[in-house]
């Protein structure tokens, strides 16, 4: 019939696993460790350069008039007073 199905065998009849029984082996003794015959080479030893802190570029000039918002929050020096106008106009237009 169609609709009956067999019965799976729960359990096999022999057991997949065998009890672990340990053997007793003596003392690890790890491998020896290989080296090459190679020559060692001594590392570069220079005390040149310099590791103090670079100091903070800044402006001390009095060419920069002041800064303008371009699109959003694009900030863009402004140098002559032309520069604020055509900033000005590319905002509105």
């Known amino acids: ?12 009849k022999n057991p997949v696993y065998q009890k672990y029984v340990p053997t007793n082996r003596g003392e690890y003794k790890p491998p020896q ?5 190679t020559e060692t ?3 570069l030893i220079s005390m040149e350069g310099n590791t103090a802190r670079k100091e903070s570029p800044m402006y001390t000039g009095d060419n920069l008039l002041g800064i303008a918002t371009m699109h959003k929050s694009n900030l ?3 140098f002559k007073g032309q520069d ?3 900033i000005a106009r590319m905002r509105r237009n």
């Not at 019939?1 to 359990?11: E, H, L, Q, S, V």
């Open 1 to 12: 019939m169609p609709g009956i199905r067999k019965p799976k065998n729960k359990k096999s």
């Open 33 to 37: 460790v290989y080296r090459r015959a």
């Open 41 to 43: 080479i001594p590392s």
């Open 76 to 78: 863009v020096p402004v």
């Open 84 to 86: 604020a106008i055509d």
